[in-house]
Antibody, heavy 118, light 110 residues
C-alpha cells in the first residue's frame, strides 16, 4: 500500500525557517517525481514544488522561488521541503504528492500544518 | 502562473448531471493534454479522479467524465449522488516543469 506521511509542521514567526519531511513507502520511491502542494485555511490547492526522480531537477512556484528548497533522499525514501524566510501567506497545510505521468498527483499524504504568525 | 478559473460553486439534485468548467490559457490547458481533476472532502487530502484530460484512475466511477476544448477543460458528474458533495479542483501542466491549479468548485447536492 502506497503511503506518504508528512512531518515537521508547526508554528514559526515571520522570517523563520522550517523543514518538512515526507516519508514514502509501498512503492519504488526513486522511480517517481514528487511534489509539494499547499492549501491555506479555507482556500484552494496551490502547487509549490517538484523534484525529479533522481533529484537532479527541481522547479518552484514563483511565490516560493528563492526561499524554498525541495530535495529527496532516495536511500531513505524521504522527500523534503526546506522553507526559509517564511511569510504569513505561507501558512497552509502542506501535502506531499506522488507524480502520475506528469498529468497529476495520484497519491497524497495527510498534510502538515504550517502556521506563520508574529 | 495564474490560477485556472473555476466557478466557485455548482449545485444539482440527486440523479442530475452537472458540469464544472476550468478555464486556463494557451500556455497551460490549451497546450497540453495534461489536465487532471481532484475531489476533496473537508479536512481530507485530495483524490485524483481524472488524469490526461479524460482518463479515470482505476476505481473511479464512470459517472465522472471530462474533456477539453481549447483553453477550457470540463468535468461532468452524471447521476449525482449525495456522496459527490465535495470540492473539486482542476490542474494543468503549465510548461517548464510547473503546474497550476484552479481555484476550486464547491459542489452541493440539493
Amino acid at each position: 500500500e502506497v503511503q506518504l506521511v508528512e512531518s515537521g509542521g508547526g508554528f514559526v514567526h515571520p522570517g523563520g525557517s522550517l523543514r518538512l519531511s515526507c516519508a514514502a513507502s509501498g512503492f519504488t520511491f526513486s522511480s517517481h517525481w514528487m511534489h509539494w502542494v499547499r492549501q491555506a485555511p479555507g482556500k484552494g490547492l496551490v502547487w509549490v514544488s517538484h523534484v525529479s526522480s533522481e533529484g537532479s531537477s527541481t522547479s518552484y512556484a514563483d511565490s516560493v522561488k528563492g526561499r524554498f528548497t525541495i530535495s529527496r533522499d532516495n536511500a531513505k525514501n524521504i522527500l523534503y521541503l526546506q522553507m526559509n524566510s517564511l511569510r504569513a501567506e505561507d501558512a497552509a497545510v502542506y501535502y506531499c504528492a506522488r507524480d502520475f505521468q506528469a498529468s497529476g498527483f495520484d497519491y497524497w499524504g495527510q498534510g502538515a500544518l504550517v502556521t506563520v504568525s508574529s | 502562473q495564474s490560477a485556472l478559473t473555476q466557478p466557485a460553486s455548482v449545485s444539482g439534485s440527486p440523479g442530475q448531471s452537472i458540469t464544472i468548467s476550468c478555464s486556463g490559457a494557451r500556455s497551460d490547458v490549451g497546450s497540453y493534454k495534461l489536465v487532471s481533476w481532484y475531489q476533496q472532502d473537508p479536512g481530507k487530502a485530495p483524490k485524483l479522479i481524472i488524469y490526461e484530460v479524460s482518463k479515470r484512475p482505476s476505481g473511479v466511477s464512470n459517472r465522472f467524465s471530462a474533456s477539453k476544448s481549447g483553453n477550457t477543460a470540463s468535468l461532468t458528474i452524471s447521476g449525482l449522488q449525495a456522496g459527490d458533495e465535495a470540492d473539486y479542483y482542476c490542474c494543468s501542466y503549465a510548461g517548464s516543469s510547473t503546474w497550476v491549479f484552479g481555484g476550486g468548485t464547491r459542489l452541493t447536492v440539493l
